[in-house]
């Protein structure tokens, strides 16, 4: 209950500083009356093979308002990087406009550049209609031929705005330039001719006049569908049309994998139970004759690692984490958010991690506080800091691109001030009381087998159970299992798509955890059977070198998978990339560690020993 009404607090605080969120299903309606004014807001434009790299819309010369007025926006919206000001264009409800004039500019041979620069890198603008995103071209780009090699380019100074209404509501809207003629732009910026908006040529510079005309068009479809009309628009190419068989064939091979895995263990465990058991009556004191394997290594495999308190800063990262992941998917099947713009997951996911700080300190105190950590202190601090510093240096060098290049994406001083008081406030602070928490209710260690004051020697180990090796096995194979939902998944966040399928997501983020958990515990065995009781850190780093993989997938898809270039987009996307991949082999890691203690801890205890 407390967690929730921190969680709504938080919630409150956001929107009293960027005005209203992100709303799910239909949005919020809007009642309109015949004649009334429908604000259109400008918002942002952008390289189309680049969607992280965004700039003002009025960054281009384009017709605007002499003072500009922009819109207040949420959280998630400003992560997003919309800055939706509002426009010149004067739309009614339900009243046609025809070829109004929007206004006429004289622009300069720079100002032509700039145009001409942007329409070549194949620039697209997004407005917004009452919380509906409209996208187009800011122009037209033409290359024929070789021999002759011919370049046109050409702006489009008139748009269609097409707007479907039912009842009072808008449900639809999108722009248009089917019928109309690009104003060709020529090198140097000279006179041009052809095309609506054709002005006479200025001193260096062209004169465009810019217009616009508005259809209204009747709809059957209610306020509250109105999202099933935008998931229909194909102005970005849609290619999830075979999500739903490729899923079910990576199911169906992760599924055979865990059952051969699970079934040869059981076997495996099976006889050595048998073997190890046998002279149960025989004493127990001297358990080196004749023996060999994992239950030689008893009194040494309880023995605590080094580095704890980064073990168990990892571990406690890593599920809060686990926990964050879950919450996000459950609210995203429970129809939460607004599947048509990621501005309500980014603020879900900062609220989330801030709460779930405690989850953090908690776990990882509690477990440090187990195998006998004294700085207690320290580990809260680690714990803490573990995500957030790579988080923070990231996004300073990411930010910093951003700002530099005057892309809407830098996030603005008052966004950055809330963001570093909400970890500050509520983030460090329920770390610290999860951890306080955490130290005063841990229990014992629970270790089924005595642990001797001198450690046994080591034998040498073939090359097969290197760690590295293991690290290869254990990580390509829980990647595998998710290798081709993290396509959509890619093509959603560095993408155009709209991920909707949230409950084939949680049935392969169930399976990633349950192939994590069993080849952790296959290969933990193996270790062990060695005789190398070294488990804790190579369990942890098994699994956890899926981040590695998903991290070498993210060059990939970069390379082969996507048309992003340049010093923004680069920097934008491997950055994060990294972050995810942190993420990533922190939650596996910790998954993968609990499953090889509690197996361990089974098999041992289930020996007949003193």
Same mark, same amino acid.
């Given at each position: 209950?407390?967690?929730?009404?921190?969680?709504?607090?938080?919630?409150?605080?956001?929107?009293?500083?960027?005005?209203?969120?992100?709303?799910?299903?239909?949005?919020?309606?809007?009642?309109?009356?015949?004649?009334?004014?429908?604000?259109?807001?400008?918002?942002?434009?952008?390289?189309?093979?680049?969607?992280?790299?965004?700039?003002?819309?009025?960054?281009?010369?384009?017709?605007?308002?002499?003072?500009?007025?922009?819109?207040?926006?949420?959280?998630?919206?400003?992560?997003?990087?919309?800055?939706?000001?509002?426009?010149?264009?004067?739309?009614?409800?339900?009243?046609?406009?025809?070829?109004?004039?929007?206004?006429?500019?004289?622009?300069?041979?720079?100002?032509?550049?700039?145009?001409?620069?942007?329409?070549?890198?194949?620039?697209?603008?997004?407005?917004?209609?009452?919380?509906?995103?409209?996208?187009?071209?800011?122009?037209?780009?033409?290359?024929?031929?070789?021999?002759?090699?011919?370049?046109?380019?050409?702006?489009?100074?008139?748009?269609?705005?097409?707007?479907?209404?039912?009842?009072?509501?808008?449900?639809?809207?999108?722009?248009?330039?089917?019928?109309?003629?690009?104003?060709?732009?020529?090198?140097?910026?000279?006179?041009?001719?052809?095309?609506?908006?054709?002005?006479?040529?200025?001193?260096?510079?062209?004169?465009?006049?810019?217009?616009?005309?508005?259809?209204?068009?009747?709809?059957?479809?209610?306020?509250?569908?109105?999202?099933?009309?935008?998931?229909?628009?194909?102005?970005?190419?849609?290619?999830?049309?075979?999500?739903?068989?490729?899923?079910?064939?990576?199911?169906?091979?992760?599924?055979?994998?865990?059952?051969?895995?699970?079934?040869?263990?059981?076997?495996?465990?099976?006889?050595?139970?048998?073997?190890?058991?046998?002279?149960?009556?025989?004493?127990?004191?001297?358990?080196?004759?004749?023996?060999?394997g994992w239950k030689i290594i008893h009194t040494d495999v309880f023995r605590f690692p080094p580095y704890k308190s980064l073990l168990c800063a990892v571990l406690g990262v890593g599920a809060q984490f686990l926990t964050l992941a879950t919450a996000i998917i459950v609210m995203a099947l429970?129809?939460?958010?607004?599947?048509?713009?990621?501005?309500?997951?980014?603020?879900?996911?900062?609220?989330?991690?801030?709460?779930?700080?405690?989850?953090?300190?908690?776990?990882?105190?509690?477990?440090?506080?187990?195998?006998?950590?004294?700085?207690?202190?320290?580990?809260?601090?680690?714990?803490?800091?573990?995500?957030?510093?790579?988080?923070?240096?990231?996004?300073?060098?990411?930010?910093?691109?951003?700002?530099?290049?005057?892309?809407?994406?830098?996030?603005?001083?008052?966004?950055?001030?809330?963001?570093?008081?909400?970890?500050?406030?509520? %983030?460090?602070? =329920?770390?610290?009381?999860?951890?306080?928490?955490?130290?005063?209710? !841990?229990? +014992? &260690?629970? @270790?089924?087998?005595?642990?001797?004051?001198?450690?046994?020697?080591?034998?040498?180990?073939p090359w097969y159970k290197n760690a590295a090796v293991h690290m290869a096995i254990g990580g390509f194979l829980p990647f595998s299992a998710i290798s081709v939902e993290l396509y959509y998944i890619f093509a959603t966040v560095w993408g155009r798509e709209h991920y909707t399928l949230y409950?084939?997501?949680?049935?392969?983020?169930?399976?990633?955890?349950?192939?994590?958990?069993?080849?952790?515990?296959?290969?933990?065995?193996?270790?062990?059977?060695?005789?190398?009781?070294?488990?804790?850190?190579?369990?942890?780093?098994?699994?956890?070198?899926?981040?590695?993989?998903?991290?070498?997938?993210?060059?990939?898809?970069?390379?082969?998978?996507?048309?992003?270039?340049?010093?923004?987009?680069?920097?934008?996307?491997? %950055?994060?990339? =990294?972050?995810?991949?942190?993420?990533?082999?922190?939650?596996?890691? !910790?998954? +993968? &560690?609990? @499953?090889?203690?509690?197996?361990?801890?089974?098999?041992?205890?289930?020996?007949?020993?003193?």
């Open positions: 209950m407390m967690m929730m009404m921190m969680m709504m607090m938080m919630m409150m605080v956001f929107e009293m500083q960027f005005g209203v969120g992100c709303v799910s299903g239909g949005g919020r309606k809007m009642a309109y009356k015949q004649g009334d004014n429908v604000t259109l807001y400008v918002n942002k434009v952008g390289p189309y093979h680049n969607p992280q790299e965004t700039y003002h819309y009025y960054t281009l010369p384009v017709c605007r308002p002499d003072k500009v007025h922009h819109k207040s926006l949420s959280l998630g919206e400003v992560l997003d990087g919309d800055r939706m000001a509002q426009s010149l264009y004067h739309i009614r409800f339900r009243e046609n406009v025809e070829k109004k004039t929007l206004c006429q500019l004289t622009l300069s041979e720079k100002q032509v550049d700039q145009l001409r620069e942007a329409i070549e890198e194949l620039y697209y603008f997004e407005f917004v209609v009452d919380e509906i995103p409209i996208w187009g071209f800011v122009g037209y780009m033409e290359e024929s031929g070789f021999l002759p090699h011919s370049h046109k380019v050409g702006l489009w100074t008139h748009l269609d705005f097409n707007i479907e209404y039912n009842s009072d509501s808008v449900i639809f809207a999108n722009v248009s330039v089917k019928d109309v003629k690009p104003m060709p732009l020529e090198e140097g910026g000279g006179p041009v001719a052809g095309g609506v908006g054709v002005g006479g040529a200025v001193g260096s510079g062209i004169t465009v006049t810019h217009t616009y005309s508005v259809r209204w068009f009747e709809s059957q479809l209610p306020h509250a569908r109105r999202g099933e009309r935008l998931r229909d628009h194909s102005f970005f190419p849609k290619t999830l049309e075979i999500h739903w068989l490729s899923i079910i064939n990576s199911l169906v091979l992760v599924v055979l994998l865990l059952g051969f895995v699970i079934i040869i263990l059981m076997r495996v465990l099976k006889n050595d139970f048998a073997r190890y058991n046998v002279e149960e009556e025989s004493a127990c004191d001297d358990l080196d004759h004749g023996d060999n429970l129809g939460m958010f607004n599947v048509h713009r990621h501005g309500a997951i980014n603020s879900a996911a900062i609220v989330l991690y801030a709460l779930t700080s405690c989850v953090s300190g908690y776990v990882s105190c509690s477990f440090y506080t187990q195998i006998h950590g004294q700085r207690w202190v320290w580990n809260i601090i680690l714990t803490s800091s573990l995500f957030s510093a790579p988080l923070f240096l990231t996004w300073s060098v990411v930010n910093s691109v951003h700002w530099w290049s005057g892309s809407t994406q830098a996030l603005p001083a008052t966004t950055v001030l809330l963001l570093l008081g909400a970890w500050a406030v509520v %983030g460090f602070p =329920l770390t610290v009381i999860g951890g306080i928490v955490g130290k005063n209710r !841990a229990g +014992s &260690f629970q @270790a089924p087998c005595r642990t001797r004051n001198i450690a046994r020697q080591i034998p040498t180990q409950g084939i997501l949680l049935c392969v983020f169930a399976i990633l955890l349950s192939v994590g958990a069993c080849i952790s515990v296959a290969l933990t065995y193996f270790l062990l059977s060695g005789e190398d009781y070294r488990w804790w850190w190579r369990s942890v780093l098994s699994a956890g070198s899926t981040g590695l993989f998903i991290f070498v997938y993210s060059v990939f898809y970069y390379r082969n998978r996507s048309s992003m270039s340049g010093l923004v987009q680069s920097a934008e996307f491997f %950055g994060y990339s =990294l972050l995810t991949a942190l993420v990533f082999s922190l939650m596996l890691g !910790a998954v +993968s &560690f609990w @499953a090889s203690l509690t197996f361990i801890r089974y098999i041992y205890r289930s020996l007949k020993m003193d």
